[in-house]
């Protein structure tokens, strides 16, 4: 089992910025893939971003290309999400997931582990 613990969420202006954290614990070596997800009331959740633990890979939504950047630290286990020019549209709750395939670009479905979950809101 991992366990994921997302935090750094809140309430921000827009063009504003905010680093969500996302420690992980337990059998983390199982993991290959770390990725956020995000779910804005009323939408369906959809994939922002991911990285490979090893390889450090990165792969991104376009939405968010250029705006936001995914991170990680290994030896603390933890992965980072640094959002700049937030906008009002990225206001959602943000999920941590780890996924244990080694698929380069792991599908939702395919993500074995997940957080709680943070809340992000952006003021226009």
């Known amino acids: 089992q991992v366990q994921l613990v997302e935090s750094g969420g809140g309430l921000v202006q827009a063009g504003g910025s905010l680093r969500l954290s996302c420690a992980a614990s337990?059998?983390?070596?199982?993991?290959?893939?770390m990725g956020w997800f995000r779910q804005a009331p009323g939408k369906e959740r959809e994939f922002v971003a991911a990285?490979?633990?090893?390889?450090?890979?990165?792969y991104y939504a376009d939405s968010v290309k250029g705006r936001f950047t995914i991170s990680r630290d290994n030896a603390k286990n933890t992965v980072y999400l640094q959002m700049n020019s937030l906008k009002p549209e990225d206001t959602a709750v943000y999920y941590c997931?780890?996924?244990?395939?080694?698929?380069?670009?792991?599908?939702?479905?395919?993500?074995?582990?997940w957080g709680q979950g943070t809340q992000v809101t952006v003021s226009s």
């Open positions: 990285i490979r633990w090893t390889s450090g890979s990165r």
């Open positions: 997931a780890a996924s244990r395939s080694e698929a380069t670009m792991p599908p939702e479905s395919w993500y074995n582990y």
């Open positions: 337990g059998r983390t070596f199982s993991s290959k893939t």
